[in-house]
């Protein structure tokens, strides 16, 4: 089954740290882009951070509010990607998902994404 | 950056109407959007992407039209299951996304 399954939400004091994971399965990991997306409770979709696939350079791109605390990355070998996210603030509190393109040519429409998890920032 | 900007923030239709929902961008972005569905509770459901291409399972009610800076996501022969909020998303730079439409059937 083609399916992407996140881990490791919860709840951190501000200025803690999580890990993120997401395992992915069904398709072929390697060859796509993966992104992390959140959404803040009652609020709009928001574009977190995205690492590109290993023959695309495997660079990464951040959000401006993500960039210099959020680590995106990935182990090909695992089929998973992770999201490290240090000096947590309450408005870091949203869930987040794993997202994928996987439809051929494109690397931005995003069918592929995981039931979400929570991250609550919260003293 | 390049921001979309969606109309209206709140459609109120009955069923068996069609829905016209905009997305306006900042500046061109050719023809590489997408628009997705979000019911509550729910991940989004990718609809369209590359403007017009219907997602696999997509039924043909949900069409989508526009390039440059204009767009539209039509959906006819509203349904009670349409009822959502609708985002659009744009390829190239952040924020990507819209701030989405609520449609209420």
């Known amino acids: 089954e083609v399916q992407l399954v996140e881990s490791g939400g919860g709840l951190v004091k501000p200025g803690g740290s999580l890990r993120l994971s997401c395992a992915a399965s069904?398709?072929?990991?390697?060859?796509?882009?993966m992104t992390w997306v959140r959404q803040a409770p009652g609020k709009g979709l928001e574009w977190v951070a995205r690492i590109k696939d290993k023959s695309d350079g495997g660079t990464t791109d951040y959000s401006a509010s993500a960039k210099g605390r959020f680590t995106i990355s990935r182990d090909d070998s695992k089929n998973t990607l992770y999201l490290q996210m240090d000096r947590l603030r309450t408005e870091d509190t949203a869930v987040y998902y794993c997202v994928t393109a996987t439809i051929p040519g494109t690397t931005y429409a995003f069918d592929l994404w995981g039931q979400g998890t929570m991250v609550t920032v919260s003293s | 950056e390049v921001v979309l900007t969606q109309s209206p923030n709140t459609l109120s239709l009955s069923p068996g109407e069609r829905a016209t929902l905009s997305c306006r961008a900042s500046?061109?972005?050719?023809?590489?959007l997408a628009w997705y569905q979000q019911k509550p509770g729910q991940a989004p459901r990718l609809l369209l992407y590359d403007a017009s291409n219907r997602a696999t399972g997509i039924p043909v009610r949900f069409s989508g039209s526009g390039s440059g800076t204009d767009f539209t996501l039509t959906i006819s022969s509203l349904e009670p299951g349409d009822s959502a909020v609708y985002y659009c998303q744009q390829r190239a730079s952040w924020p990507f996304f819209g701030q989405g439409t609520r449609l209420e059937i």
């Open positions: 500046q061109s972005v050719g023809s590489a």
């Open positions: 069904g398709f072929t990991f390697n060859n796509v882009w």
